[in-house]
């Protein structure tokens, strides 16, 4: 059975920093593509960052250079440093996983206060 558990979110003052975990299980996690995604309400959901099994990223250009993906293979884990964080950046942030199937973790909320 494949689990997504994101944590680390919660609420924040603008310019402020939150560090998400992704904890996997029931993949190969070395081999999948990672990815955090968020949403708002009447929203599509958006990719925020992406880290491939090569280590390489990408970014949503909302996000350079304040956030950074990362992961640890030996954990099974996946994690986004958020800093200088604004309140655009208030949303549902979910986990995504991608191989030969796309899994979703059940979502963290992020709150960035004014």
């Known amino acids: 059975q494949v689990q997504l558990v994101e944590s680390g979110g919660g609420l924040v003052q603008a310019g402020g920093s939150l560090r998400l975990t992704c904890a996997a299980s029931?993949?190969?996690?070395?081999?999948?593509?990672m990815a955090w995604y968020r949403q708002t309400p009447g929203n599509q959901r958006e990719l925020v960052a992406r880290?491939?099994?090569?280590?390489?990223?990408n970014y949503a250009d909302s996000v350079k250079g304040r956030f950074t993906i990362s992961r640890d293979n030996a954990k099974n884990t996946v994690y986004l440093q958020m800093n200088s964080l604004k309140p655009e950046d208030t949303a549902v942030y979910y986990c995504?996983?991608?191989?030969?199937?796309?899994?979703w973790g059940q979502g963290t909320q992020v709150t960035v206060s004014s």
């Open positions: 995504n996983s991608r191989s030969s199937g796309q899994y």
């Open positions: 029931g993949i190969a996690f070395a081999i999948n593509t």
């Open positions: 880290i491939y099994t090569t280590g390489a990223t």
